[in-house]
């Protein structure tokens, strides 16, 4: 067995290494460089941890982790300490006394990993500290976690990570790796030049969470429709919700309480002192529904998150995957639910049409969306869509809403046609455009008092679809929209124009293939849902015997993980719990072979665990 691996299972309790972790390990320990790109939940702590305790173990000494988040570091350490890993960490939070201790600590290379903010790593001090490990052979490893940071290309630019360069320089012979989940070619080629990694070799893993479930739902009521979505599927389990909003997030947060799911808001507009308050609760309690706008998210290493959803369209997929990507970092089912409507659509053109920035930068900005809303309206996998933005090739998943129930597709093209040609029409006749309301009314042969006003009865195409429901013309204008073939003019009170686009859809050239849903009269849900899943699917193959001793093990790590002040899942991942429950060990060889229980664990809470599941035997 090699020294990884005994590591792995001695200190950690997992049985094999995921994906490429193993040739990444093996690299580093070895002294190479490397660069990761893995997506979040891929597993990459452990491509450092693992180093740097073989590396330690074999005399080099200690592993410096450079991070950006701060707020985590706590809570890592606390879990590396937890499985019998010494671990240190300075930063801002700690005392002038505190941070004398650490540094005496790694002074007397009692510290295996320490993790520090970029700014501390390249102050004076700090340097000369790493001069006196380094004089005597005991620096052994530099982990750049969150590697994005130096790119300016990246979403989270930090100028603190360019100086980083020093530890190059400094210490040409320690080995660097760096390590991100942003996966596009500018921002990796950045990361190679700014913290001179040309010769590290690149580990890129694929970008696919295949545990993650997609799924793409036609907005009508969204917050009855998530409501209804998390009594469906995901009673007592976390969640992200995020809306574009603080007010939406304020609104869905109370709405949420009010049926009686634990739901807390957070956004830039509360105090800090609350978000943070928010964002512990989060990440400490069972089952919390964190509200929010994308300011939150950021280095939430929370494994246990089973949905996140969306009730506002992000801006681009690479947002959307991010933000999907915090659900289920521990392996286990997770869903990726998005309410999308036609007024999605306008919002984000609305936003990139109003935008100050320059004319390259819009375009960029608008195929960008163009590429979400593709996604949206597909009637295809999704996972195969949005592996291909990404570079990567793959056949249907069979875990997303399309594979699992395939719409039916109806042809709208017929449809489209109509609308066009009525748009067309009405702007002929009054030389002014009007919103998709009217139009649709016209085309409908509603007398309405506008229609009269403005003489629209006498239009040509004037009731001409009076056999479409409102649901089916509006799905027709959003996917002229999304694809182009139609312009909401934000500036004029959204009045819809034709484009260049448009001409190939009314000379019917261009079919408009849409979604069965959509079709159905009253717009009301496809009936095809997919099964319904038990509440938390972790736990869902238990007894009830089972069931119950794994919620009495969630209540003793509950107060286990009050008293050691960290995160529930530090202490143990509910997939342990439950491997626990069904196992109904007797001694703590049973326990032994359960992934997530190492030696330190086993030693530090094996009886407890034990007597928890005799008690409720
Ligand atoms: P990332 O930083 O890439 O988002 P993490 O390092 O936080 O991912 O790992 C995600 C989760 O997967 C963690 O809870 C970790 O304990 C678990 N994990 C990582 N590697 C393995 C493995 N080989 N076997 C079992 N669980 C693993
Ligand atoms: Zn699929």
């Given amino acids: 067995m090699t020294a990884a691996l005994s590591i792995l299972q001695e200190v950690f309790g997992y049985e094999a290494f995921r994906g490429p972790q193993a040739g990444i390990i093996d690299h580093v320990i070895a002294g190479g460089d490397a660069l990761v790109l893995m997506p979040t939940g891929g597993g990459k702590s ?25 707020a985590l570091m ?10 019998g890993v010494e671990a240190a960490f300075l930063n801002s939070t700690l005392t002038g006394e505190e941070a004398n201790a650490v540094e005496k600590r790694l002074l007397r290379g009692e510290i295996t990993l320490l993790y520090a903010a970029p700014e501390r790593v390249t102050t004076p001090r700090f340097l000369a500290l790493l001069d006196s490990l380094h004089e005597r052979g005991k620096l052994s490893l530099f982990a750049i976690d969150e590697a994005h940071c130096v790119s300016q290309w990246g979403h989270d630019f930090r100028p603190e990570y360019r100086a980083l ?34 010769n590290a070799r690149q580990f890129v893993s694929s970008f696919d969470r295949p545990n993650i479930r997609y799924a793409i739902v036609e907005k009508k009521d969204p917050t009855l429709q998530l409501l209804r979505f998390i009594e469906r599927e995901h009673e007592g389990d976390a969640g992200i919700v995020y809306c574009q909003s603080r007010k939406r997030v304020e609104e869905v947060a109370q709405t949420l309480t009010d049926a009686g799911i634990t739901a807390l808001p957070y956004h830039a507009g509360l105090d800090a002192a609350v978000r943070q308050a928010h964002q512990d609760r989060f990440l400490r309690e069972d089952g919390i529904v964190m509200t929010a706008t994308i300011a939150f998210g950021m280095g939430i290493d929370k494994p246990d998150v089973r949905f996140v959803a969306h009730l506002d369209m992000p801006k ?32 984000q053109r609305r936003m990139i049409d109003e935008s100050p920035a320059g004319d390259d930068f819009k375009q960029v900005m608008v195929s960008k969306l163009d ?27 069979g875990n997303c809403d399309n594979c699992l129930n395939p719409p039916q597709v109806w042809d ?47 239009i040509s195409t004037f009731g001409l679809g009076a056999a479409y429901s409102e649901a089916q013309l509006r799905g027709v204008l959003r996917q002229l929209i999304a694809t182009g073939a139609l312009h909401v003019d934000a500036q004029a009170y959204n009045t819809l124009q034709l484009t260049e686009g448009s001409r190939a859809v009314l000379k019917g050239e261009q079919p408009v293939m849409l979604r069965e849903s959509v079709s159905a009269s009253g717009g009301g849900r496809s009936k095809r849902d997919k099964p319904s899943r038990a509440p938390s699917a972790v736990a869902a193959a238990l007894t009830d015997e089972g069931q119950a001793r794994f919620a009495a093990l969630k209540a003793w790590r509950a107060e286990v993980a009050r008293e050691h002040n960290l995160p529930a899942y530090v202490i143990f991942h509910d997939a342990t719990l439950a491997a626990i429950a069904a196992l109904e060990p007797q001694s703590l060889e049973d326990l032994q072979g359960v992934s997530g229980i190492g030696a330190k664990k086993l030693e530090a809470y094996g009886q407890e665990v034990l007597r928890v599941v005799a008690a409720t035997a």
């Fill in 46 to 70: 452990l491509c450092y941890q693992i180093p740097a305790i073989a590396r330690q173990r074999a005399g080099h000494g200690i592993s410096i982790v450079v991070s950006p988040l701060i």
């Fill in 74 to 83: 706590h809570d890592q350490v606390g879990a590396l300490h937890e499985a």
């Fill in 165 to 198: 360069t020093v530890l190059h320089e400094r210490y040409a012979g320690v080995p660097r790796m760096a390590l991100t989940a942003t996966a596009d070619a500018i921002t990796r080629a950045d990361i190679v030049e700014r913290l001179q990694l040309e």
């Fill in 316 to 347: 681009n997929i690479e947002g959307y995957y991010q933000e999907t990507g915090r659900a289920g970092r521990d392996g286990q089912p997770a869903d990726a639910w998005m309410a999308y409507g036609l007024q999605d659509v306008v919002n």
């Fill in 371 to 397: 590429a979400l809303l593709s996604l949206a309206e597909a009637v295809d996998c999704r996972r195969v869509r949005l592996l291909k933005y990404f570079g990567e090739d793959s056949t249907p998943c």
């Fill in 412 to 458: 709208g093209t017929d449809a489209a046609r109509k609308l066009l040609s009525t748009i067309y029409r009405v702007q002929q006749q009054s030389g002014i455009s009007f919103g998709a309301g009217h139009i649709m009314d016209i085309l409908r042969g509603k007398v309405t008092d506008k229609v009269t006003q403005f003489g629209h009865e006498r």
